[in-house]
């Protein structure tokens, strides 16, 4: 982007913390093969349920039933790393401590050790509402930074999770049309996509990362 353009970007992930966490105790790069010294399928199925219990004695995606809950790697700056379980895979036999016949994957790499955190949606916000909160806060996130800071922009890029298109389906116009966002964004052409594998910035780490399920805005001035 030359000097002439002014330019702000964001990707963020509006979720909270539970009480629900384990440790990462044996992986191999996106696949989590034990949690807390025990078969990570059956640690991800106690707290999924029934829901998923298909994939959990088969095999199988279950991106719509994790879309609201990624889970979350805390940073040493208290961020968060959000990640999309993606699958259960393998047999869901427990063979033997050092013979694995089962896992679950994410969409990126696990790094062994980490305290792996449940999150969730904030209340009224997520799939039923097309994400409405979350584009907004994109919106207004993007604008205060970079060289746009504050500037009205005069043209932008959306970019939302690939596996949060999936779990509201056509229900993402509910958030794209939302008076506020339309408001905001009154005038200014848009281009919009959906993607795996978008990566963002922390802030407090000052580092950037992959992180699923976000939301992006990238704005032109």
């Known amino acids: 982007v030359g ?10 992930g509006r979720y909270v ?10 992986t191999e790069g996106r696949r989590v093969l034990e949690m807390d010294g025990a078969p990570a399928d059956d640690w991800m199925y106690g707290w999924l349920g029934d829901d998923v219990k298909a994939q959990f004695e088969h095999g199988g995606l279950i ?8 889970l979350g790697i805390r940073q040493a700056s208290g961020e968060y790393v959000t990640n999309h379980l993606a ?19 994410f969409y990126a790499p696990i790094p062994q050790g980490s305290e792996l955190v449940v999150m969730k949606s904030r209340e009224g916000e997520g799939p039923s509402t097309g994400y409405r909160a979350e584009l907004i806060d994109a919106y207004d996130t ?20 690939g596996g949060m298109a999936i779990a ?5 116009d509910r958030g794209l049309t939302d008076q506020e966002l339309s408001s905001k964004l009154e005038g200014v052409p848009m281009l919009g996509m ?14 950037n990362v992959q992180r699923n399920l976000s939301t992006g805005m990238i704005l032109f001035g």
């Open 3 to 12: 000097r002439d353009i002014k330019f702000a970007a964001s990707m963020i």
């Open 17 to 26: 913390p539970t009480s629900k966490r384990g440790i990462a105790t044996r």
């Open 63 to 70: 991106l719509n039933q994790t879309a609201c809950h990624p």
């Open 87 to 105: 699958s259960f895979g393998g047999d869901a036999n427990w063979t033997g401590f050092d013979s694995w016949s089962s896992w679950v994957e």
């Open 142 to 161: 993007a604008r205060e930074g970079g060289t746009l800071r504050g500037s009205e922009p005069v043209a932008g890029i959306l970019i939302v999770c």
């Open 168 to 172: 509201t389906g056509n229900g993402l």
């Open 194 to 207: 959906t993607c795996f594998g978008e990566q963002g910035h922390l802030p407090k780490a000052k580092c």
